[in-house]
């Protein structure tokens, strides 16, 4: 079967100022993969998937999804349309329930209208990221950790078409990374998800494909393999150029 492109960016580009934290990206992703997203500290990474998510306009270039344009769309737009964006800080309603964050989530997505108490969909989502038995907690009292899985699965309940995840692992212990690597092959199954991610034991064990950023510009693209034997990539960002 022909692969699909699911999303395109073309001659994207945001400036702050002088600073181009962005520069003419040309960007693609195709349904059903696990693409990574890497680079050093101020590379232009979160900048890049802000764009994507529609929380910040681009000084120039289009973002294409699904066939259609959607560079002018407003965040809630693109969330609508399938475009669900987890946050680098955790982002909860601290004072609600495990259950009723993922309950609200998925009112603001496409399973709106299906929604009546403690929905078998919702509890579905928390059991992918395993907080099933902890949703009558009180989410400001969870881990950070744990608080980070909740976002994910608020994510999960948009019943998103692209899932990007901006650094996931941060504030997990080593086994729940461990776990994470099955957690985003299984939510690959039912969508089609990018990570922003600085640990690369968890980039080259989950990335189809793996696009480096520096500087603001597309810098390499492949697959881990290709992307570790890159020598502009290890000199620019793994360190042993």
Same mark, same amino acid.
């Given at each position: 079967?022909? *692969?699909?492109?699911?999303?395109?960016?073309?001659?994207?580009?945001?400036?702050?100022?002088?600073?181009?934290?962005? +520069?003419?990206?040309?960007?693609?992703?195709e349904?059903?993969?696990?693409r990574?997203?890497?680079?050093?500290?101020?590379?232009?990474?979160?900048?890049?998937?802000?764009?994507? %998510?529609?929380?910040?306009?681009?000084?120039?270039?289009?973002?294409?999804?699904? /066939?259609?344009?959607? =560079? /002018?769309?407003?965040?809630?737009?693109?969330?609508?349309?399938?475009? %669900?964006?987890?946050?680098?800080?955790?982002?909860?309603?601290?004072?609600l329930?495990?259950?009723?964050?993922?309950?609200?989530? %998925?009112?603001?997505?496409?399973?709106?209208?299906?929604?009546?108490?403690? !929905?078998? &969909?919702?509890?579905?989502?928390?059991?992918?990221?395993?907080? +099933?038995?902890?949703? *009558?907690?009180?989410?400001? =009292?969870?881990?950070?950790?744990?608080?980070?899985?909740?976002?994910?699965?608020?994510?999960?309940?948009?019943e998103?078409?692209?899932?990007?995840?901006?650094e996931? =692992?941060?504030?997990?212990? /080593? !086994?729940?990374?461990? /776990?994470?690597?099955?957690? +985003?092959?299984s939510?690959?199954?039912? %969508?089609?998800?990018?990570?922003?991610?600085?640990n690369?034991?968890?980039?080259?064990?989950? *990335?189809h494909?793996?696009?480096?950023?520096?500087?603001?510009?597309?810098? &390499?693209?492949?697959?881990?393999?290709?992307?570790?034997?890159? &020598?502009?990539?290890?000199?620019?960002?793994?360190?042993?150029?």
């Open positions: 079967m022909a *692969a699909v492109t699911l999303l395109q960016t073309k001659g994207l580009s945001r400036n702050f100022g002088g600073l181009a934290a962005v +520069a003419n990206v040309d960007f693609s992703i349904s059903g993969e696990i990574a997203v890497i680079g050093p500290n101020g590379a232009g990474k979160t900048t890049f998937v802000s764009l994507i %998510a529609g929380r910040i306009p681009p000084s120039s270039g289009r973002i294409v999804f699904m /066939d259609e344009d959607i =560079t /002018d769309l407003p965040a809630f737009q693109r969330v609508r349309r399938g475009i %669900a964006y987890t946050f680098q800080i955790t982002s909860i309603y601290a004072k329930s495990v259950l009723e964050n993922v309950t609200l989530a %998925a009112q603001g997505g496409r399973l709106r209208n299906r929604l009546e108490g403690k !929905s078998p &969909a919702v509890l579905d989502y928390l059991e992918t990221v395993k907080l +099933a038995d902890r949703f *009558a907690q009180i989410a400001g =009292t969870l881990s950070y950790g744990h608080q980070r899985l909740l976002e994910i699965a608020m994510g999960l309940a948009l998103p078409r692209l899932l990007i995840l901006d996931p =692992t941060q504030g997990l212990s /080593d !086994s729940e990374i461990a /776990d994470f690597v099955g957690l +985003a092959k939510i690959a199954r039912r %969508a089609t998800v990018m990570i922003i991610e600085h690369m034991q968890v980039v080259m064990e989950t *990335a494909r793996i696009t480096v950023l520096n500087q603001g510009q597309v810098l &390499a693209e492949g697959s881990p393999a290709e992307i570790r034997a890159n &020598a502009d990539v290890q000199g620019a960002y793994l360190g042993t150029g």
